[in-house]
């Protein structure tokens, strides 16, 4: 069973069009992710949430907005996409917001190409 | 602010070579240190953690030790195999225990030939 899974998980899309990226997790934990993976592999934190609540808003665009309608689901909505948007957007959850060296688990992550 | 830098790459070997990837890190606090394991076309797996100062991480014949001294977790296997060809991270998580988000480097890619 996944644990933590994300549809799709490959994307094409044209320049300024909507697109979501859903993720859920059946691990029972409390906190979920967003990192963003660049073309050099990059990768850095975009969101978090824990319980719902927003804990971690790294100055991403406001073209990109999470929701969060259960503690096992975090969404990612991109507005107007731009041709920099092109990546693998990796959701990812954890216990209590991942102190104490508690585990971060990732997805397969979703490859978004805009053209 | 945190940050975490590895060596540069690709690291090319050949198999049954020894296996060094050195990792640094930056941080207040206390943080975890780990490393994860990206197979080609594939999402993010977790390889080893250490919480911390002393602590051995190990997997699959990988193993690292947190350096409070040197501030480092090297990753180490003796033996590698082509199958653990992968971009291979180092992260720290946040020292201060407030936000539990991960701090990457930049990745090392390691080639295994035949």
């Known amino acids: 069973d996944t644990a933590v899974s994300q549809t799709p998980k490959y994307l094409v899309t044209q320049m300024g069009n909507d697109k979501s990226i859903k993720c859920e997790q059946n691990l029972g934990h409390d906190t979920m992710y967003w990192y963003k993976q660049d073309s050099k592999k990059f990768l850095k934190i975009m969101f978090s949430?824990?319980?719902?609540?927003?804990?971690i808003n790294e100055t991403v665009p406001n073209r990109f907005s999470p929701k969060s309608p259960d503690k096992a689901h975090l969404n990612l909505h991109i507005n107007s996409l731009e041709l920099g948007d092109s990546a693998v957007y990796f959701c990812?959850?954890?216990?209590?917001?991942?102190?104490?060296?508690?585990?971060?688990?990732f997805g397969e992550g979703s490859w978004l190409t805009v053209v | 602010g945190d940050s975490v830098t590895q060596m540069e790459g690709p690291v090319t070997l050949s198999e049954e070579a020894f296996l060094t990837i050195n990792c640094t890190y930056t941080a207040t606090g206390y943080p975890s240190l780990f490393w994860y394991v990206q197979y080609p076309g594939e999402g993010l797996q977790l390889l080893l953690k250490?919480?911390?100062?002393?602590d051995k991480g190990s997997n699959k014949g990988f193993e690292a030790t947190y350096r409070k001294e040197t501030t480092s977790f090297h990753l180490e296997k003796g033996s590698v195999q082509v199958s653990d060809s992968a971009v291979y991270f180092c992260?720290?998580?946040?020292?201060?225990?407030?936000?539990?988000?991960?701090?990457f480097g930049q990745g090392t890619t390691l080639q295994v030939k035949p």
């Open positions: 990812a959850s954890s216990y209590g917001q991942g102190v104490f060296g508690n585990t971060i688990y």
């Open positions: 250490a919480t911390k100062a002393d």
């Open positions: 949430y824990n319980n719902k609540e927003l804990i």
């Open positions: 992260a720290l998580s946040d020292g201060s225990g407030n936000t539990g988000k991960l701090i």
